[in-house]
């Protein structure tokens, strides 16, 4: 059986081949290491969903379980020997396949024309504002933890940046082509 590839599982996986432990701390560790920018974990249920498609796959196992005193049970995962070949593989594929991704930003500058060039305009120098934003807090964040952090432990901010910064400069670039008249239509819907 082949798992289906995500990057929820492969964090999960990666967080129990470095050490074993129970849910709540690998949602914590993504929250704490800043991974919950390229990791959705908003909903918690979702770890508990790609943990047990993991345990049922085979790619995890239960270690212990645990009841403290007045506390709920604890689960404690592992990786089996599959999941860490797994991992290693998704990995591999990963970083060496580029994927056929689809962001709705793309998907909105398809359908620009659903709006009039002063919506359009409007709703990018907006974004503008959330990019410069985003920007500043991972310029921010990389400033902040350079010093204290080697390097492995940034490159997908260092990544998540260049996007940014080249995002932005695309956004500004449509922007003033509408505002100067460069790129408009005519189009109702």
């Given at each position: 059986m082949s798992t289906r590839r995500s990057p929820l599982a492969t964090a999960v996986l990666a967080l129990v081949c470095e050490s074993?432990?129970?849910?709540?701390?690998?949602?914590?560790?993504?929250?704490?290491?800043?991974?919950?920018?390229?990791v959705n974990v908003a909903q918690r249920n979702s770890v508990y969903q790609t943990i047990e498609r993991l345990l049922r796959d085979g790619l995890l196992a239960i270690r212990e379980t645990t009841r403290e005193e007045n506390r709920p049970e604890r689960t404690v995962y592992e990786?089996?020997?599959?999941?860490?070949?797994?991992?290693?593989?998704?990995?591999?594929?990963?970083?060496?396949?580029?994927?056929?991704?689809?962001?709705?930003?793309?998907?909105?500058?398809?359908?620009?024309?659903?709006?009039?060039?002063?919506?359009?305009?409007?709703?990018?120098?907006?974004?503008?504002?959330?990019?410069?934003?985003?920007?500043?807090?991972?310029?921010?964040?990389?400033?902040?933890?350079?010093?204290?952090?080697?390097?492995?432990?940034?490159?997908?901010?260092?990544?998540?940046r260049a996007q940014i910064a080249t995002e932005l400069e695309f956004v500004r670039g449509l922007a003033a082509d509408l505002s100067e008249g460069r790129l408009t239509w005519d189009f109702k819907i």
């Amino acid at each position: 059986m082949s798992t289906r590839r995500s990057p929820l599982a492969t964090a999960v996986l990666a967080l129990v081949c470095e050490s074993p432990m129970h849910a709540y701390r690998m949602q914590q560790l993504i929250k704490e290491r800043h991974q919950d920018d390229v990791v959705n974990v908003a909903q918690r249920n979702s770890v508990y969903q790609t943990i047990e498609r993991l345990l049922r796959d085979g790619l995890l196992a239960i270690r212990e379980t645990t009841r403290e005193e007045n506390r709920p049970e604890r689960t404690v995962y592992e990786a089996t020997e599959t999941g860490r070949e797994t991992l290693k593989q998704w990995m591999r594929t990963m970083l060496s396949t580029p994927a056929r991704e689809f962001p709705e930003f793309p998907a909105a500058l398809a359908f620009l024309p659903v709006l009039t060039p002063e919506e359009a305009l409007a709703a990018l120098r907006q974004r503008i504002t959330a990019l410069e934003a985003r920007l500043s807090a991972l310029d921010t964040e990389m400033t902040d933890n350079l010093p204290s952090v080697p390097r492995l432990f940034l490159v997908e901010t260092e990544f998540q940046r260049a996007q940014i910064a080249t995002e932005l400069e695309f956004v500004r670039g449509l922007a003033a082509d509408l505002s100067e008249g460069r790129l408009t239509w005519d189009f109702k819907i």
